[in-house]
């Protein structure tokens, strides 16, 4: 079974300020992990996705995260903070039998960004 | 390279009434899902159809129903609507093979009052 904690309902960040967005997973297969953003009334779009290799995968956006195989965590993070990335934030993980695209998503992190 | 479009944006129905929701995926996308999202339940997988056979199923009443056509456009259906059926209903295109991911629609944002 696959699941996906994402850690503070809402966070919120100075413009500027190093945004950290926290994801820890479980699965009993090797992940597949994605962070994606949804603005007020519109689907997701995907800001970066680990599958196999390199464990620190970087995005659009300037966001990047990095997998943690020992501590199940596949945080999202981001220097400085823009006023445009305020948004709900979504982590989610699918398994890696071929060709299955069932994700199991997080609950979200809604980021407010402070001027 | 046109996007998911889904069809309608919004819908208002009453309780007891059905309704069907289209979406049609990327070119040459074979998989559609389907997710529901709400406010108290998140996001949630309802089913995942690929090459017009329904590869994967998530824990909905049988009252949510899919089919793939061969074009590889997707409906998704719900009969006897409930008041907790209002939700955003979201698809999502992928090419069914490989590691790679999905890509979401706008959604639907469906109303039943």
């Known amino acids: 079974a696959q699941s996906v904690t994402q850690l503070g309902s809402h966070v919120s960040v100075s413009e500027g300020a190093l945004v950290l967005l926290r994801c820890n997973y479980s699965?009993?297969?090797?992940?597949?992990l994605f962070w994606y953003v949804q603005y007020p009334n519109q689907g997701l779009q995907l800001l970066l996705k680990?599958?196999?290799?390199?464990?620190l995968v970087k995005g659009i956006n300037g966001f990047e995260a990095e997998f943690k195989k020992s501590e199940t965590s596949f945080h999202l993070t981001k220097p400085s903070a823009h006023m445009s990335d305020a948004a709900e934030y979504f982590c989610a993980v699918s398994g890696t039998t071929s060709g299955t695209y069932k994700y199991i998503f997080g609950t979200g992190t809604r980021l407010k960004v402070l001027a | 390279k046109a996007g998911v479009t889904q069809t309608p944006r919004y819908l208002i129905k009453t309780r007891g009434q059905q309704v069907t929701l289209s979406c049609s995926p990327i070119?040459?996308?074979?998989?559609v899902s389907w997710y529901q999202q709400t406010p108290g339940q998140g996001l949630q997988f309802l089913f995942e159809y690929f090459s017009e056979t329904q590869r994967n199923k998530g824990n909905f009443p049988g009252r949510f129903s899919g089919r793939q056509f061969s074009n590889s456009r997707s409906e998704m259906n719900v009969s006897t609507l409930e008041l907790g059926d209002s939700a955003l209903y979201l698809c999502?295109?992928?090419?069914?093979?490989?590691?790679?991911?999905?890509?979401f629609g706008q959604g639907t944002r469906l109303t039943v009052v």
């Open positions: 699965s009993s297969v090797p992940p597949y």
């Open positions: 999502a295109s992928s090419p069914g093979t490989g590691n790679t991911e999905a890509f």
């Open positions: 680990y599958t196999t290799g390199a464990t």
């Open positions: 070119s040459g996308h074979r998989s």
